[in-house]
């Protein structure tokens, strides 16, 4: 499958306890041995004048990365068991960081999208891709994270 489907992503994150949750519009497709999944988002949601970020994950079997750019750009790998260094840069700061990743899969949400499963790879919608990981900076941990990028066909009204 090369070409892209619009979707509605739901994002629900866990940081330290507190849960938040975001719904995008976006694309996915398939390319090689990957899942790519492309949104934009406002950079900051209390202000619309502070400009988009555009997203790009990439999926492969015990890898997921994402990349930002915009007015927060940014770089994170999640393997897990491997501690990998990413960077976050803005016009006000710019540090390296590091993930630390405990969890990393993902999984169809229905019957029909789990038959429908190549080599550890969705080809068909719904389905779910949920990771969980201790950031640090500078050596120290800033947080503790648990994400779900849920995945569904764009509804069309």
């Known amino acids: 499958m090369g070409e892209s489907n619009k979707v509605r992503i739901t994002l629900e994150s866990v940081q330290d306890g507190s849960s938040y949750s975001h719904s995008y519009e976006g694309e996915w497709f398939r390319k090689a041995k990957s899942v790519f999944i492309r949104y934009s988002e406002p950079a900051d949601e209390g202000n619309p004048k502070a400009g988009d970020v555009r997203t790009l994950l990439r999926y492969r079997p015990e890898e997921l990365s994402i990349m930002r750019r915009g007015v927060i750009e940014s770089e ?4 897990p068991g491997i501690r990998r260094t990413g960077y976050y840069r803005t016009p006000m700061t710019s540090f390296s960081l590091e993930t630390d990743t405990s969890l990393l899969a993902l999984e169809a949400d ?8 190549d080599a550890g790879l969705p080809s068909q919608l719904p389905f779910t891709i949920e990771w969980q990981y201790e950031m640090h900076v500078s050596d120290q941990m800033s947080g503790r994270f648990h994400i779900r990028l849920h995945i569904q066909e764009e509804q069309y009204s």
Request: charged share 10%; hydrophobic share 65%.
């Open 76 to 79: 994170q790998l999640f393997t």
């Open 110 to 117: 229905s019957a029909a999208a789990e038959a429908a499963m």
